[in-house]
C-alpha cells in the first residue's frame, strides 16, 4: 500500500551507460515530479508531469528524459550517465498544486 | 532564486523551543515547510496559501507573511522525533499554476535528550 514508489532504491553503474529509474503512485494524483537531490541536500526540480503533459522542464541536461505512459507512472531515463549525474533522485505526486508526497528515492552512484 | 533559511543548523534539548526562518527575494504564492530524516524521503509538514495565514500540526506551526516574502517555522516543547532537516519551499507568484517548488537550503536540526 505503499503512496509513491520507485525503483531501484540503489543504482551503481558506469560512466557512459544509460540508466532509467521508475515511480508509480496509487493516491489517485494528477501531477508527478522528478527532483535531484545532491551530497549537500540542495533539492531541484527537474521535470513535472500533470494528466501525462510535461509542465516543468528546467535547466537539465537533455540526457535526461522522463516518460509519463499515464497518471500513476513517471519513469526518468538517463543517457549517457556523467561523474555529475551521481545524486538521489526523488520522484513526488501531489492533486494538482497542492502538498507534495515524495517517493522514498533512488540513490545513483556513477563510478 | 533559492530561498533562504536561518539558521542552517540548531541543536536542542528536549522540551527546548525553535524558530526556524525563511525568506524569498520574490512575490510568493504559497509556502510549503518538509522535514527529511536522514537517508529517508522529504516528508510534507503544511502548506501555507494566503498572506498572515498560521497553520498548526500538533506542537509544530507556521506563519506565513505575505508582504515581507517570509514564512517561520514553529517547533514548540521539542522531542527527539523532530531531529532532522527542515525545508521550507516556495512557489512564486507566476508559478502558481504549475506548482514549482524551489527549496531552500535546509535547516538542520538536532534534539538530544
Known amino acids: 500500500d505503499t503512496a509513491v514508489s520507485q525503483t531501484p532504491k540503489y543504482l551503481v553503474t558506469q560512466m557512459g551507460n544509460d540508466k532509467s529509474i521508475k515511480c508509480e503512485q496509487n493516491?489517485?494524483?494528477?501531477?508527478m515530479y522528478w527532483y535531484k537531490q545532491d551530497s549537500k541536500k540542495f533539492l531541484k526540480i527537474m521535470f513535472s508531469?500533470?494528466?501525462?503533459?510535461?509542465?516543468i522542464n528546467e535547466t537539465v541536461p537533455n540526457r535526461f528524459s522522463p516518460k509519463s505512459p499515464d497518471k500513476a507512472h513517471l519513469n526518468l531515463h538517463i543517457n549517457s550517465l556523467e561523474l555529475g549525474d551521481s545524486a538521489v533522485y526523488f520522484c513526488?505526486?501531489?492533486?494538482?498544486?497542492?502538498?507534495?508526497?515524495f517517493g522514498p528515492g533512488t540513490r545513483l552512484t556513477v563510478t | 532564486q533559492q530561498p533562504v533559511q536561518s539558521p542552517q543548523a540548531v541543536i536542542l534539548r528536549e522540551g527546548e523551543d525553535a524558530v526556524i526562518n525563511c525568506s524569498s527575494s520574490?512575490?510568493?504564492?504559497?509556502v510549503h515547510w518538509y522535514r527529511q530524516k536522514h537517508g529517508e524521503a522529504p516528508v510534507f509538514l503544511m502548506i501555507l496559501l494566503k498572506g498572515g495565514e498560521q497553520k498548526g500540526h500538533e506542537k509544530i506551526s507556521a506563519s506565513f507573511n505575505e508582504k515581507k516574502q517570509q514564512s517561520s517555522l514553529y517547533l514548540t516543547a521539542s522531542q527527539l522525533s523532530y531531529s532532522g532537516t527542515y525545508f521550507c519551499a516556495m512557489v512564486g507568484v507566476g508559478s502558481g499554476n504549475t506548482g514549482k517548488l524551489i527549496f531552500g537550503q535546509g535547516t538542520t536540526l538536532q534534539v538530544k535528550p
Open positions: 493516491l489517485g494524483h494528477d501531477t
Open positions: 513526488a505526486s501531489s492533486r494538482g498544486m497542492a502538498s507534495q508526497y
Open positions: 508531469y500533470n494528466n501525462k503533459e510535461l509542465i
Open positions: 520574490k512575490a510568493l504564492y504559497s
